[in-house]
């Protein structure tokens, strides 16, 4: 599954929005949106050449930022942005370079609503990432794959303040890899699996 795909899933979910706002109340509003900061946690899982390295993503907070769009009071999808962002990739102790990785991902999500202001959810989907400035590591030597696709799960809840504000926790298990490459042979050094866990707080706005 490529950029294709994922272009295609949210266009399929675009599509339902009209028939299923139908089932909202006149007087509230499907859009949500919230801001957060989220600490990328990443498993780092290596595999030939790049484990003996011992090649590692750092760890580091992002700002993110998503839109939610509820069908109905439960049931409710939901797009996670960021910028691109620079990722650290160690050898060990040593620095090897940066990368920079901007990874959307695409939810549905089940809202539960009848315990008051505190409204917890799970949602699953896809995750995809691009990443660029990708022959930065080992002054040129090695580079990583354009892309990852995989899955995204979910748990989270808000807290509503009142009709319009609250805090939002959040945190979700992305799987993500990519393959590293010797740039000078095309060879492949392995693959680096990231599948980061990413707790998020931070606001909603419900309109």
Excluded: C
């Amino acid at each position: 599954m490529r950029l294709k795909s994922l272009v295609v899933a949210m266009a399929a979910v675009a599509s339902l929005a009209p028939a299923a706002s139908q089932a909202q109340s006149s007087s509230e509003n499907p859009w949500m949106v919230r801001v957060r900061a989220t600490d990328l946690i990443w498993q780092n899982g290596q595999t030939n050449a790049v484990s003996t390295l011992n090649v590692k993503a750092e760890n580091k907070v992002i700002p993110e930022f998503d839109v939610s769009y509820f069908f109905t009071k439960n049931i409710a999808t939901e797009l996670v942005l960021t910028y691109p962002q620079a990722i650290q990739i160690n050898a060990g102790s040593s620095k090897l370079g940066t990368i920079k990785a901007l990874p959307p991902s695409l939810l549905l999500q089940y809202h539960f609503t009848e315990l008051g202001a505190f409204k917890p959810y799970v949602g699953a989907g896809i995750n995809y990432t691009i990443f660029s400035s990708r022959s930065n590591l080992g002054n040129g030597t090695y580079s990583v794959a354009s892309s990852s696709t995989g899955f995204a799960g979910q748990v989270g809840a808000d807290y509503m303040f009142d009709k319009n504000w609250g805090l939002n926790i959040d945190v979700k298990y992305i799987t993500m890899a990519t393959d590293v490459t010797v740039v000078s042979s095309g060879a492949n050094a392995g693959k680096l699996t990231l599948n980061p866990w990413t707790p998020s707080i931070g606001v909603t706005y419900k309109f």
